[in-house]
């Protein structure tokens, strides 16, 4: 009596009958999976993508709502404003730079569309600018404090965030917002839809002078 042959090993197999290698999806690290799931009830469960900074956390929740434009447009918009704003000024590499040389970031802060010059950031920076200091400091708060540690939220926000999920019913830990961080953002708000929408129809942003 024969041997009986080798059992085939389960899993998909092609028409052919060959065994399909299936790589494991990788759901990232430990701590970016806990924070996904701790979003996971927002925006109809398709948070876990955009709450990497403090912006899409923002965002997820629901802070950015506001009547007049999508709050995912200003969520995108303070992303790229932080984004041109450290590739225009100097950053660690431009800062050890001694020599005659133009001193702002390199390549710290990607955003789409080439702005070698940083036309494109000094007019968006004259439009926040418009909005107010106010604005202005609250806007930049949310979009750069916080943009090279974007596991962390500014404190305001933190507590803001931290409401919205104890009344959705997720795990918070920490203080909750007061009447005040709300103020910082609407102030916030404001900055974000003057980095959106721009300046009134035919009126040009005075840029700020390069540095």
Same mark, same amino acid.
């Given at each position: 009596?024969?041997?009986?042959?080798?059992?085939?090993?389960?899993?998909?197999?092609?028409?052919?009958?060959?065994?399909?290698?299936?790589?494991?999806?990788?759901?990232?690290?430990?701590?970016? #999976?806990?924070? /996904? *799931? $701790? &979003?996971?009830? &927002?925006? *109809?469960?398709?948070?876990? #993508?955009?709450?990497?900074?403090?912006?899409?956390?923002?965002?997820?929740?629901?802070?950015? %709502?506001?009547?007049?434009? *999508? =709050?995912?447009?200003?969520?995108?918009?303070?992303?790229?404003? !932080?984004?041109?704003?450290?590739? @225009?000024?100097?950053?660690?590499?431009?800062?050890?730079?001694?020599?005659?040389?133009?001193? $702002?970031?390199?390549?710290?802060?990607?955003?789409?569309? #080439?702005? =070698?010059?940083? %036309?494109?950031?000094?007019?968006?920076?004259?439009?926040?600018?418009?909005?107010?200091?106010?604005? @202005?400091?609250?806007? #930049?708060? +949310?979009? +750069?404090?916080? @943009?090279?540690? =974007?596991? *962390?939220?500014?404190?305001?926000? %933190? /507590?803001?965030?931290? !409401?919205?999920?104890?009344?959705?019913?997720?795990?918070?830990?920490?203080?909750?917002?007061?009447?005040?961080?709300?103020?910082?953002?609407?102030?916030? +708000?404001?900055?974000?839809?003057?980095?959106? %929408?721009?300046?009134? =129809?035919?009126?040009?942003?005075? +840029?700020?002078?390069?540095?």
């Amino acid at each position: 009596m024969g041997r009986a042959g080798r059992p085939s090993k389960s899993g998909r197999r092609s028409k052919s009958g060959r065994r399909i290698s299936v790589t494991p999806f990788d759901h990232g690290a430990d701590h970016v #999976q806990r924070l /996904r *799931d $701790r &979003f996971a009830r &927002f925006q *109809d469960g398709k948070a876990g #993508q955009q709450v990497f900074d403090p912006l899409g956390r923002a965002w997820a929740v629901g802070l950015l %709502e506001n009547d007049r434009l *999508d =709050p995912a447009v200003l969520r995108d918009a303070g992303r790229d404003y !932080a984004a041109r704003y450290w590739g @225009y000024y100097p950053c660690a590499g431009g800062v050890s730079n001694y020599l005659d040389e133009d001193r $702002r970031g390199r390549g710290a802060g990607l955003a789409d569309g #080439q702005d =070698p010059g940083g %036309e494109r950031f000094r007019m968006l920076d004259a439009r926040l600018k418009n909005a107010g200091r106010i604005a @202005y400091d609250a806007a #930049q708060s +949310l979009c +750069l404090d916080y @943009y090279w540690f =974007p596991d *962390d939220n500014p404190a305001w926000l %933190e /507590r803001l965030i931290n !409401a919205r999920l104890i009344a959705a019913g997720a795990a918070a830990e920490g203080q909750l917002g007061t009447a005040g961080d709300a103020a910082i953002l609407r102030a916030a +708000l404001d900055g974000l839809l003057a980095l959106a %929408e721009g300046a009134r =129809p035919g009126i040009r942003p005075k +840029l700020s002078p390069s540095p």
